[in-house]
C-alpha cells in the first residue's frame, strides 16, 4: 500500500507558475514509478509527466519545455514544476505511484486543483 498526498494547486494567471508536491508514504518499493495526471470534468483523465526512481522523464507533448518533474527520493516526494501556465492547463491534478510502468496495480491520490485565469 502507498498513500498519496497532494498539494500546491491553487489560482494563477495566464504566464504564472505553479509548484506541485506529492507526498508518499507506505511500501515505497511500490512508488518505483511515480507520476503526474490531470483531469477535467467530462474528459478521461491524460498523463501529464513520469519519472522513475532513477530519474528517468517522461512527458506529455502538450507540456513539453513548461513543466519539469522531479523527485526527492529520500523524503518520498515528487514535484510537479509548472511554468508559462495556460487557461488549458486548468484541471484536477493527480499523482500516480505504481511499481512498475507496467503495472496493473497503482496507487491515486486525491487531487489537487489548478486553476489558470486568462
Known amino acids: 500500500q502507498v498513500q498519496l498526498v497532494e498539494s500546491g494547486g491553487g489560482l494563477v494567471q495566464a504566464g504564472g507558475s505553479l509548484r506541485l508536491s506529492c507526498a508518499a508514504s507506505?511500501?515505497?518499493?511500490?512508488?518505483?514509478?511515480m507520476g503526474w495526471y490531470r483531469q477535467v470534468p467530462g474528459k478521461r483523465r491524460e498523463l501529464v509527466a513520469t519519472?522513475?526512481?532513477?530519474?528517468?522523464?517522461n512527458y506529455a507533448d502538450s507540456i513539453k519545455g513548461r513543466f519539469t518533474i522531479s523527485r526527492d527520493n529520500a523524503k518520498n516526494t515528487v514535484y510537479l514544476q509548472m511554468n508559462s501556465l495556460k487557461p488549458e492547463d486548468t484541471a484536477v491534478y493527480y499523482c500516480?505511484?505504481?511499481?512498475?510502468?507496467?503495472?496493473?496495480?497503482?496507487?491515486w491520490g486525491q487531487g489537487t486543483q489548478v486553476t489558470v485565469s486568462s
Open positions: 500516480n505511484a505504481r511499481p512498475s510502468a507496467y503495472s496493473v496495480l497503482d496507487y
Open positions: 507506505g511500501n515505497m518499493f511500490s512508488a518505483n514509478y
Open positions: 519519472i522513475t526512481r532513477g530519474g528517468g522523464t
